[in-house]
């Protein structure tokens, strides 16, 4: 489904890496290694199209990306928390989901962020919760948005123990869904199987 | 056909342009002094003098060129910005910025000049005459589009931002000038003409026409003197910047 | 579209969640406003006479205020990630967002401009040919403003830069507004000035959201 072949990507004079390659196939995933400074978060926002490669070329479903095809079924979440601290979680789930052109009733909404732990917790602004709980809400996409391919960047930063287990579940159940996931950290990730791809 | 692509594409290189720029500079100069000599030779000597305007006239041989020039070096400044952006090559991007600065030089001067002959000729040095404005705006834009380039650290950035505000630019400048014009005509009637001075005599358009012939060929060979200097700056890292500097 | 009215949803929920924001450029539009009869003297013949200049000079400062947010907010957090990202096409999601800032910075100015048009001893009839030029002048300045601050989103320096860069191309926009309320009150008829300034919002509602979009992607590489 989507095949990567000869990536290159340099910052400024330094060129990062070169020559990356790799495919997945549904209900595989991908564990993106390396030191700080290797290119992990380069490669990945290479990979979802916020920028381009010197070199290579991305293909999904045998087309060329970035297409509008391919960012329906990606979904991307990165370093930011990318939600607004002047919302409430639901509300920050619901608008969201409105700006993709996806409709979302409050029941579904409501349903992922107690799944993510966040009863209680889905009408005060985001400003007060705590960074673990951001990560959460952003993390409840997952569950609102439908996507086949996960590009997650060091989306277990913040999280505590329980919180690490449930990404690492719902990552499974995508994966046995036929998904696929993309996902950089330097721990070991609680997700059996997996390519490794090492910068 | 298939050759001229090929040399095309050849040159488009921040490598293989940089020697031939150093080629072509001194022609590019030489013209410039031949140019400049029978222009000034012309304008000081030949052209008679203005029966209304006296002496003081002479200016426009610098100025309306100057103009000219800064108006033009902005459609070539945004041709090569757009052509970078649309094909992706680095050394338009470069040329783009190294005509910036002359283009806005020329922006200046004409202001400059425009000045010292409305001083005699209306008794202000600055009135709100429509060329005079739309050339301060032009000078503007000019100086938005480098200080633009400046604050962006990654060059590859600058360079398509900074196109981006050429092609916005280039848009604007015939709505600005009409604006302007029709502002002017509104608010103060007819002024004098700075061009259109009655019945130019033919040596007056000759000397105008080489000083506009110099101007050019000065514009050239400064800005490949710029690109050259922006081709080491950016290539520093590279092989062929070090054996070129040896 | 449905992305589009999404957008502008939240940024007035937004907006409505953090008021100051916006109440600071209008009191910024009324205060230069009230100034200028403080600093040249109350004489009713000259105040009538400078009073579209000065109002639209003032609208075209209040607007500036407010674009360095435009896209830095949604830049920090990483939203306009996802937009980039999002399924729907990023030019309507752009227009909603200008959309929403010429509601929260143009719309009011349009509506206040009336009553301060009184401090200058405006007529009623040119109060409605003021109101109008401003009601067809206040988005084509939200537009080319987006242009700028897509263009300096994240540089250093970002809002003294933005003037720079947008002063300039808000010139016509200023000439022709002006002009239609100063037309008028000469007896010339605002007519033209008000074509004018509606077939330059009709260019820039075409091709500002476009190269808004353009320089976003830049910004965000």
């Known amino acids: 489904m989507l095949n990567v072949s000869g990536l290159a990507c340099s910052r400024g004079e330094r060129r990062l890496f070169a020559d990356v390659g790799f495919s997945l196939a549904a209900g595989e995933w991908l564990h993106v290694q390396g030191e700080n400074g290797a290119g992990k978060t380069s490669l990945m926002r290479l990979l979802v199209g916020l920028s381009p490669a010197d070199a290579g070329e991305i293909r999904w479903r045998d087309e060329p990306t970035p297409s509008p095809e391919f960012r329906r079924e990606l979904i991307y979440l990165g370093h930011h928390a990318a939600v607004k601290e002047d919302l409430t979680p639901l509300e920050n789930l619901r608008l969201a989901a409105a700006l993709d052109g996806i409709a979302l009733d409050e029941r579904a909404s409501l349903a992922a962020l107690i799944r993510l732990g966040l009863r209680g917790r889905e009408d005060l602004p985001v400003c007060v919760l705590s960074a673990g709980q951001k990560r959460r809400v952003l993390l409840a996409r997952l569950l609102t948005r439908p996507a086949l391919l996960w590009v997650l960047d060091e989306a277990f930063n913040a999280l505590d123990a329980p919180a690490v287990k449930l990404l690492g579940e719902l990552i499974a159940e995508h994966l046995s869904a036929g998904g696929m996931a993309i996902l950089t950290s330097h721990q070991a990730l609680p997700v059996p199987g997996g390519k490794a791809l090492v910068l | 056909m298939r050759q001229s692509v090929i040399h095309w594409f050849r040159f488009a290189s921040p490598q293989s342009f940089y020697p031939l720029a150093g080629r072509m500079i001194p022609w590019f100069w030489a013209a410039t002094a031949a140019f400049g000599i029978a222009g000034l030779w012309i304008s000081f000597f030949v052209a008679p003098t203005d029966a209304q305007q006296g002496e003081g006239y002479r200016i426009i041989f610098i100025h309306v060129p100057a103009s000219w020039m800064s108006m033009f070096l902005y459609l070539v400044m945004a041709f090569w910005a757009g052509l970078g952006l649309a094909l992706n090559t680095r050394l338009s991007g470069m040329m783009a910025q190294a005509l910036a600065p002359t283009g806005a030089l020329m922006a200046a001067l004409s202001l400059w000049t425009g000045a010292l002959w409305g001083k005699p000729m209306w008794g202000a040095w600055w009135v709100w005459d429509a060329r005079l404005t739309s050339e301060l705006l032009l000078l503007f834009l000019y100086l938005g589009f480098m200080a633009l380039q400046a604050a962006i650290d990654d060059p590859r950035r600058a360079d398509k931002a900074g196109a981006i505000l050429a092609l916005v630019g280039v848009v604007n400048i015939p709505i600005i000038y009409f604006s302007v014009k029709w502002w002017n005509t509104l608010h103060q009637g007819s002024t004098i003409n700075l061009t259109k001075a009655p019945s130019m005599a033919q040596t007056m358009l000759w000397g105008m026409l080489l000083m506009a012939l110099c101007f050019w060929m000065y514009s050239i060979a400064v800005a490949l003197t710029r690109v050259r200097a922006i081709i080491l700056e950016r290539e520093r890292h590279t092989e062929w910047v070090k054996h070129a500097l040896e | ?181 100063e037309a008028h009150i000469a007896g010339l008829g605002a007519g033209g000035h008000l074509s004018l300034l509606a077939a330059m919002l009709a260019l820039a509602v075409f091709f500002a959201p476009w190269a808004t979009t353009a320089a976003l992607r830049i910004a965000l590489e």
């Open chain 3, 1 to 181: 579209m449905n992305a589009l009215l999404a957008t502008v949803r939240r940024d007035l929920l937004l907006a409505l969640r953090r008021k100051s924001e916006v109440l600071t450029a209008v009191f910024f539009f009324v205060i230069v406003t009230s100034l200028f009869p403080l600093g040249i003297g109350p004489e009713p013949v000259l105040l009538k006479k400078i009073a579209p200049g000065i109002l639209w000079v003032a609208a075209l400062l209040a607007t500036l205020l407010g674009l360095p947010r435009l896209f830095a907010a949604d830049h920090v957090d990483g939203t306009l990630e996802q937009m980039v990202l999002s399924p729907s096409p990023l030019g309507l999601l752009v227009a909603g967002k200008i959309l929403a800032h010429w509601l929260l910075c143009g719309l009011p100015l349009v509506l206040l401009a009336p009553v301060l048009g009184l401090q200058f001893d405006l007529d009623a009839s040119a109060l409605v040919i003021l109101t109008l030029a401003l009601l067809l002048g206040t988005p084509l300045l939200s537009l080319i403003g987006a242009i700028g601050a897509a263009l300096t989103l994240g540089v250093r320096g970002g809002g003294v830069l933005l003037a720079l860069l947008v002063l300039p191309l808000y010139i016509p926009a200023l000439i022709f507004g002006a002009g239609a309320v």
